[in-house]
């Protein structure tokens, strides 16, 4: 059994714990067991384009990963990512942070709709059943353009706006966009992207993973190999909670390996 962990935020996003240092993740990393992590901060391009979201300080995470690569070398490897949110609103902005930044993982994502505020905002509690089916075409034919993005590894959260409804309280039935999944993950596989199981959503209780069992059925029905797994952790306490369910659900759907990214190549590792 390999562990690890390809999505986590440090203090370097708005939104990390401020005790989130890259030091106090490397150190819960080790302290859990883990052989790898990729550390993925957020650059929601949005905010450095139209000040919605904080700007991601680049230099300065890279600076603390690279430090903390050569003082944890031989007990943790630590790979250099970006969870780049939104890619195709400002395309120019995204390749300029993708060129500049020389990751080992581009983990593409889309925390808003093009013009819309993150579905963090949004008012699920008084969404009509249309509005909110709506909401999530949308959102799956935005992710196509995130996966064609050049450059991104692989795609984040399929089910994001899922999250935030379920704590509304509100259930989506995702029968009817099955199609749109099915097309989203031929572009995906045709192009070798890799499938994100985000396993936030089980730490918090919700009892499903993003994407959950019947969508990863799809994804290995559809021939889809690559999978990356991620905590989404934004402080340290929270770093792997939630893994072993994940593997568990991975290994339920028949799944044998993930990967994670180094240099901007996969590497396979077994889950058995
Ligand atoms: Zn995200
Ligand atoms: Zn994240």
């Not at 080790?30 to 905010?47: F, P």
């Not at 970006?82 to 995204?94: C, F, T």
């Amino acid at each position: 059994m390999y562990y690890c962990d390809s999505h986590l935020h440090t203090h370097f996003s708005f939104d990390g714990a401020p005790e989130a240092t890259v030091d106090a993740v490397c150190l819960a990393a080790i302290a859990r067991g883990l052989s790898e992590i990729t550390v993925t901060d957020h650059c929601d391009i949005n905010g450095e384009v139209e000040g919605i979201y904080a700007p991601y300080r680049m230099e300065a995470a890279r600076d603390a990963v690279m430090d903390a690569r050569a003082h944890y070398a031989g007990r943790l490897q630590i790979n250099w990512g970006v969870e780049l949110g939104q890619p195709h609103q400002y395309p120019e902005a995204a390749k300029a942070l993708i060129d500049a930044g020389g990751f080992d993982f581009v983990l593409g994502s889309l925390h808003n709709l093009t013009g819309v505020p993150d579905f963090w905002f949004l008012r699920y509690e008084e969404m009509s059943e249309v509005l909110l089916h709506q909401l999530f075409a949308r959102a799956l034919q935005e992710m196509v353009e995130v996966v064609r993005f050049p450059g991104v590894h692989a795609l984040a959260h399929l089910t994001y706006p899922l999250r935030y409804a379920a704590m509304a309280g509100r259930k989506v039935d995702l029968a009817e966009h099955i199609p749109a999944i099915r097309a989203l993950f031929a572009e995906m596989i045709a192009r070798g992207i890799a499938l994100e199981v985000n396993y936030s959503t089980l730490r918090a209780g919700l009892g499903f993973a993003m994407p959950d069992e019947p969508i990863l059925r799809l994804w290995r029905e559809m021939g889809g190999e690559r999978i990356t797994l991620g905590s989404d952790a934004h402080r340290p306490a929270d770093l792997a909670g939630g893994l072993d369910e994940a593997l568990a659900l991975l290994q339920r759907c028949g799944f044998h390996q993930i990967v994670t990214y180094r240099g901007g190549q996969p590497y396979v590792h077994s889950i058995d």
